[in-house]
Structure formats: structure tokens, C-alpha cells
């Protein structure tokens, strides 16, 4: 089954506890990114990644950081997490970096206490 | 910049009947795509519809179909035939050509009743 998975799903942790969220697609997808869902806010996106080994920032870069090294994964690392990093982090991937759908992983739920 | 807005927070609609979410959008590019996605309350985000700013039909997706008015910029989502199970957070998104950034509207809460 064609997919986007996320883990965890559910996290609570403390302020500064490093901290890697994975995402994985199996469709062989060039282009990966990451969102931040906030009441008031909407979607924000945080990087992105047109292939391995490319990643930019987004709108929200502060206090993440990403890595690509195979296609499949795209993992999001929060370094020292702070409580205004609890949110509901979404990862997505498309074909192509372009006009593409994209396709979202079930979400991340993160409470950063 | 690029903007999707999304006027209506919240719309009920009788089971079975049809409704229309409405979308607009505001671009400077000639190409461009916009989507609709489905937040339940569970959380996840669920693709429902793609417009291709070039294609000259209307899409279509089983019950869901997007009446795009490329003059007016709008690109509002149709549901025939509502069910319960179409009660969620509806999300009409842009995809922005350099990036490749979703940009969405605020989106539209949309209640079944039975």
C-alpha cells in the first residue's frame, strides 16, 4: 500500500530533550516535506526536500532541522525542543517538487512540556 | 503573494443533500494547482481533489468535484449526496510552482446532521 508513515504518532516530552520524528514514503517520491498545524495559525511549512541530499527552509525553520540522505526517509530533528514546539506536525511527499499532489503521513501529535 | 481564503468557518448540511465550500485564491503565476484536503477529527490529512490551472474541465472525484472559475479565481469544492462520515475540516490549498509549498486557506468546518 502506497503510504506516508510517521512515528511516534503521540509524543510528551520535556524542554530540551532532543528529540527525531521519522517519516518514510514507499512511492518512490522526489519531493518531502514537513508541516506544523496550530489553532489559529493553519498549516506551516517547516522544510522541504526536492531529492536526497537537497533540503530548504520553509516558512517556520527555527529551532528544526532535517536530513535527507535516502529518498525514503526525511526525518525531522527538534535539537532542544521548547513548549512552543507542541503541535501537530504533518509529513508529506509528492512526486516531483512542482505542482504535484501531495500526499500526507497520519501526523504527529507533540507536547513539549 | 499567494493566498487561498476560505470565508465560511463553519456550515451544516442535511445528510444526503449537496454543498458547496467555497474557495478563492490569489496568485501572479499562470500555472498553478489547487487542492482540497479532508481533516477528520482524528487528525489526518486526506487528499480529495486536484485543479490544474490549465485543465479546461472541472475535476471530478466520485462524490467530490471542484467547480473552478479561473476569472474569478475560485475553486470551490461540491459534495453530492453528504454523508456522516463527510463531517470534518475541509482545507481548499495551493501549491506554490518554486517550492513546492502547499499554501492553505483557514478552512471550512463541515457538520452532517442525520
Known amino acids: 500500500e502506497a503510504q506516508v508513515t510517521q512515528n511516534p504518532r503521540y509524543l510528551i516530552t520535556v524542554t530540551g530533550k532532543k528529540l527525531t520524528v521519522t517519516c518514510s514514503q514507499n512511492?518512490?517520491?522526489?519531493?518531502m516535506s514537513w508541516y506544523r498545524q496550530d489553532p489559529g495559525l493553519g498549516l506551516r511549512q517547516i522544510y522541504y526536500?526536492?531529492?536526497?541530499?537537497?533540503?530548504d527552509k520553509g516558512d517556520v525553520p527555527e529551532g528544526y532541522k532535517v536530513s535527507r540522505k535516502e529518498k525514503r526517509n526525511f526525518p525531522l530533528i527538534l535539537e532542544s525542543p521548547s513548549p512552543n514546539q507542541t503541535s501537530l506536525y504533518f509529513c508529506?511527499?509528492?512526486?516531483?517538487?512542482?505542482?504535484?499532489?501531495?500526499?500526507f503521513g497520519p501526523g504527529t501529535r507533540l507536547t513539549v512540556l | 503573494a499567494q493566498k487561498i481564503t476560505q470565508t465560511q468557518p463553519g456550515m451544516f448540511v442535511q445528510e444526503k443533500e449537496a454543498v458547496t465550500l467555497d474557495c478563492t485564491y490569489d496568485?501572479?503565476?499562470?500555472?498553478?494547482?489547487l487542492f482540497w484536503y479532508k481533516q477528520p477529527s482524528s487528525g489526518e490529512m486526506i487528499f480529495l481533489i486536484y485543479?490544474?490551472?490549465?485543465?479546461?474541465q472541472n475535476a471530478t472525484e466520485g462524490r467530490y468535484s471542484l467547480n473552478f472559475q479561473k476569472a474569478r479565481k475560485s475553486a470551490n469544492l461540491v459534495i453530492s449526496a453528504s454523508q456522516l462520515g463527510d463531517s470534518a475540516m475541509y482545507f481548499c490549498?495551493?501549491?506554490?510552482?518554486?517550492?513546492?509549498?502547499?499554501?492553505f486557506g483557514q478552512g471550512t468546518t463541515l457538520q452532517v446532521k442525520p
Open positions: 508529506a511527499s509528492s512526486k516531483q517538487g512542482s505542482l504535484d499532489t501531495q500526499y
Open positions: 512511492m518512490n517520491h522526489e519531493y
Open positions: 526536500s526536492m531529492n536526497v541530499e537537497v533540503t
Open positions: 496568485t501572479s503565476d499562470q500555472s498553478y494547482g
Open positions: 485543479q490544474g490551472s490549465y485543465d479546461e
Open positions: 490549498a495551493m501549491r506554490e510552482g518554486n517550492t513546492g509549498k502547499l499554501i
